[in-house]
Nanobody, 117 residues
Framework: EVQLVESGGGLVQPGGSLRLSCAAS????????MTWVRQASGKGPEWVSG????????DYADGVKGRFTISRDNAKNMLYLQMNSLKPGDTAVYYC??????????WGQGTAVQVSS
């Protein structure tokens, strides 16, 4: 059974940083592209960043490029999202998702990020 457990969300002031983590189990993590998707209240899901199985291919949404960094540790079955220079517009529930591009699979339960002064 695929399990994705996100953590690291919270309340942070504008300009602050958070590091999200996703613990994966139940599948061959290193063989899967992984994606971070966020959903703000009242809005649809928004793709944030994706990373290839070996970490060699990485991409970001324009709105987070230069501020967010995706990474993974295949030895630990962990996916990360380092978020710097956070803005109120980054407020959302962040989900760890298996797959990449238009082929998304399993979703975690999400971790909430609130950027507010």
């Amino acid at each position: 059974e695929v399990q994705l457990v996100e953590s690291g969300g919270g309340l942070v002031q504008p300009g602050g940083s958070l590091r999200l983590s996703c613990a994966a189990s139940g599948f061959m993590f290193g063989s899967y592209d992984m994606t971070w998707v966020r959903q703000a209240s009242g809005k649809g899901p928004e793709w944030v960043s994706g990373i290839g199985g070996d970490g060699a291919i990485i991409d970001y949404a324009d709105g987070v490029k230069g501020r967010f960094t995706i990474s993974r540790d295949n030895a630990k079955n962990m996916l990360y999202l380092q978020m710097n220079s956070l803005k109120p517009g980054d407020t959302a529930v962040y989900y760890c998702v298996t797959g990449g591009g238009s082929t998304l699979g399993d979703w975690g339960q999400g971790t909430a990020v609130q950027v507010s002064s």
